[in-house]
């Protein structure tokens, strides 16, 4: 079930307005892209270049799309662990004016920090539901950077994107760092001294 239905491009106010626990399909464009296309747009963008897609107000799917690309068509399509781009993100989030982050996992305090600055989300997809958010994209509009392979930035049209649950928001909450305490509490109940 769908909490809520989002069109990009994302208001600030409207994520803003997301709490951790909502469930939301995203339609409109979605940027897949994971760690080197972050580092290579970065570069750019410390040198003060033109970044090759315009991504502000967008949103980034941390993923690598198998492609077949005689027919221009993603052929599978699912999430990658957000937690190997926590050093880069909050500087990509920062300087690029990105409103969701999409992954696997969860990040670290410092992309939680950056997401309440800037007004941004962290929204969990479920490993092993990429045939559902397959059949989402609607179109492959562009490839920047093809010669990095499932490295590239790939530019979709999605339709009713999900599921999808924001599990980190822009008023500092974190439902990963709410489960690890909780897992933390259970296991030094277990570990404490009998009575």
Avoid at 100 to 126: F, H, R
Wanted: glycine content about 8%.
């Amino acid at each position: 079930m769908i909490d809520l239905e989002l069109q990009t491009p994302l208001s600030e106010r409207e994520v803003r307005s997301l709490k951790v626990g909502d469930r939301i399909s995203i339609s409109g464009t979605v940027y897949s892209m994971r760690d080197q296309a972050t580092l290579r747009l970065l570069r750019m963008l410390r040198k003060d270049e033109e970044p090759p897609v315009d991504i502000s107000g967008s949103v980034v799917f941390h993923a690598g799309p198998a492609v077949d690309l005689a027919r221009n068509e993603i052929i599978s399509i699912g999430p990658t662990t957000s937690a190997r781009m926590n050093s880069i993100t909050p500087e990509l989030i920062r300087r690029l004016g990105i409103r969701a982050v999409l992954g696997k996992g969860g990040m670290d305090n410092a992309v939680l920090k950056q997401l309440t600055e800037t007004g941004c989300i962290y929204a969990s997809a479920i490993g092993g539901c990429s045939t559902l958010y397959t059949r989402s994209v609607t179109e492959l509009k562009r490839i920047v950077w093809g010669e990095m392979g499932p490295e590239a930035i790939y530019e979709l049209e999605v339709e009713r994107f999900a599921p999808l649950v924001v599990t980190m928001d822009s008023s500092g909450n974190s439902l990963h760092d709410e489960i690890e305490r909780n897992v933390e509490g259970v296991l030094s109940s277990m570990n404490a001294p009998g009575d």
